[in-house]
């Protein structure tokens, strides 16, 4: 807000799309609900962490549907609901409803880790989320356990529900640790061949302290590429997306496999997203500081075209890129409180 007036002040006219500083066009919101998550993975969450946000700053359903609304006025169709773990926030199927019928919006998708899932992907299908991203690091119970403080059984459970209420794609999202699951990778395809799920292996990052720890167990997926190559028959370059995965398919079969690379190979110059959180900041990168907050806004009452002067100035302090190579651990905010 460098002119010193509010965002409600200015009568020019709205731009319809957003682009940064950078040239991009930002197109795509991840919404987290909550901080809350009902695991505890090791590279993400402390295990006795209790400083979630108070209920009094969650935005309410009434409050992200503004924001959203605002968002698809000025040109993003894609919404993924994450957190911490979305599942826990009450009714969620009823905000995705709201979500999925605004004007704009084309794409609502969710990230979970399929705890809750079983439970609830009947009536999330229902309200418009057809693709999941499942947070899965191992297939075998007692290491699942000793990573997430859950049960790989419910997870198992959640993730055949979807399948069965016929969610499609349904990604499986697979942290790749040295000492931890990598002698686990050609099961996990497998896994995937034989359910129809495609597979993205993701980097740790040095994300508050959790991410920073874990960071001894970083593996350039790269590597993790080169020796899936020698099992199975790699076809490079399929489905390019509007993500940060980048995709070969298993010869013979229907699988793909993502890479996200946000250490060995940054793709910050693609970079079409911003985050909301729970508490109403949108976070302009994942790897860095840059924040503005919607709230205070919102409780004050701004109008319409107010909170998109608000997005519009949010965006025009979006960071170039992420520094996680030169200045690991700058980011001291947990995963969950930035949505994952
Ligand atoms: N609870 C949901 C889930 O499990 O997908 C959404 C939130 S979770 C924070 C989103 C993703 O972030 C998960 O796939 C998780 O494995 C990943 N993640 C968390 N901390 C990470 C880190 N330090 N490095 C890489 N990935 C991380």
């Not at 079409?272 to 840059?290: A, F």
Request: charged content about 25%; glycine content about 8%; aromatic content about 6%.
């Amino acid at each position: 807000m460098s002119t010193g007036r509010t965002p409600d002040d200015r009568s020019e006219n709205i731009a319809r799309s957003l682009v940064d500083p950078f040239n991009r066009t930002i197109s795509y919101v991840r919404l987290s609900v909550t901080d809350k998550c009902n695991l505890r993975c090791f590279y993400c969450l402390p295990k006795h962490f209790k400083d979630f946000e108070q209920p009094s700053h969650w935005l309410t359903f009434d409050e992200i549907e503004r924001v959203i609304a605002a968002f698809a006025d000025l040109g993003v169709a894609r919404v993924r609901i994450t957190g911490g773990e979305p599942l826990v926030r009450k009714d969620l199927a009823g905000l995705a409803g709201r979500l999925y019928q605004l004007d704009g919006i084309q794409d609502l998708s969710l990230s979970t880790n399929a705890v809750l899932l079983a439970r609830h992907a009947q009536a999330l299908h229902h309200a418009g989320v057809s693709r999941i991203n499942v947070s899965l690091d191992s297939l075998k119970p007692e290491r699942f356990e000793q990573i997430t403080g859950g049960s790989l059984e419910a997870v198992i459970a959640g993730l055949m529900a979807a399948k069965d209420c016929g969610m499609d794609p349904i990604k499986i999202n697979m942290v790749a640790m040295k000492g931890i699951n990598d002698d686990e990778f050609e099961d996990m395809v497998e896994f995937c061949i034989e359910h129809g799920f495609t597979l993205r292996f993701i980097e740790t990052m040095p994300v508050g302290e959790t991410g920073m720890n874990a960071s001894r167990h970083y593996l350039d997926l790269q590597h993790v590429k080169q020796s899936l190559d020698r099992r199975f028959d790699l076809i490079p370059g399929v489905m390019p997306g509007g993500g940060p995965a980048r995709y070969v398919q298993v010869k013979d079969s229907d699988l793909r496999i993502g890479f996200i690379t946000p250490i060995s190979q940054h793709f910050c110059e693609t970079c079409n997203r911003v985050r909301l959180s729970v508490d109403g900041t949108l976070y302009l990168c994942l790897g860095q500081d840059h924040k503005y907050e919607l709230r205070p806004l919102l409780r004050q009452g701004i109008s319409e075209d107010g909170l998109k002067n608000a997005i519009l100035d949010a965006i025009a302090i979006k960071p170039e890129k992420h520094d996680f190579r030169n200045h690991p651990g700058q980011v001291v905010r947990l995963m969950s409180m930035t949505g994952g």
